[in-house]
């Protein structure tokens, strides 16, 4: 799941292609010690 994952899955893809929750797959991440990506999406500049 690691190497999926740094090759850039999400979470939510691994979860679902490997049959187990997305906590699941998270904490088996984080007790790897795989640095987690930010959620992403749109960033609003301040103005």
């Known amino acids: 799941m690691a190497l999926r994952y740094a090759d850039g899955a999400s979470i939510r893809r691994l ?3 490997t049959g187990r929750s997305y906590g ?3 904490r088996v991440l984080t007790e790897s010690g795989v640095p987690l990506r930010g959620r992403g999406g749109a960033h609003r500049r301040r103005t």
Do not use: I
Request: charge should be negative.
């Open 15 to 17: 979860a679902e292609s």
């Open 24 to 26: 699941f797959v998270h």
